[in-house]
């Protein structure tokens, strides 16, 4: 029995199977981010009741090529995955971009601007995996009271930043669905 590993965002897998007229094909969804192309991507998986075991660890060995593969219990999550880290570097993206830009504002040149922009982010993301410690702790043990750090994020929490991130994540959770609920509609 063939196994189909669906990377399409937005399209799940009952209309997979209706597209392919195999009502019992065995069908992976998997929503991988971009990461993954230079193997640190983070991809969530949901398999129909028609994937065996065997085509079960076939598709997470594929998909731990790339990265983190973590299974879900519901397909209707795949929406908030999608939120969450199928557009997440983008945002990681778009606070690296906006930090080089401060840092140029500042006075420093583009290229030491950029690296130290870089560096900083990936040793955040290796100390938040490395340590097990949450988000919430390691930031609180780099900030000093009435120094320098502090007075940063009480800018960017005065600023909305957490309520932001939590409109952005809703609207993309949205728009997943809205995808999924088009895509999905029989134009037969």
Known sequence: KQLLI?????????????WLDKPQAAIVRAMPNTPALVEA?????FANEYVSHQ?????ESILRACGLAI????????????????SGPAY???VMEAMENAAIELGLPQETARLLCLETAFGAAKMALESGE??????KQVTSPGGTTERAIHELEDGGLHGLFENALVAAAL??????????????
């Open 6 to 18: 669906s990377i399409a965002a937005g399209i799940r897998i009952e209309d997979i199977s209706r």
């Open 41 to 45: 991507g983070a991809t969530a998986l």
């Open 55 to 59: 085509q079960h660890e076939l598709a």
């Open 71 to 86: 299974w879900l219990k519901e397909e209707k999550h795949m929406d908030a995955v999608t939120a969450v880290s199928g």
């Open 92 to 94: 990681f993206f778009l």
């Open 134 to 139: 949450s988000a919430s702790t390691l930031r």
């Open 175 to 188: 728009r997943a669905r809205e995808l999924a609920n088009e895509l999905g509609q029989d134009h037969a």
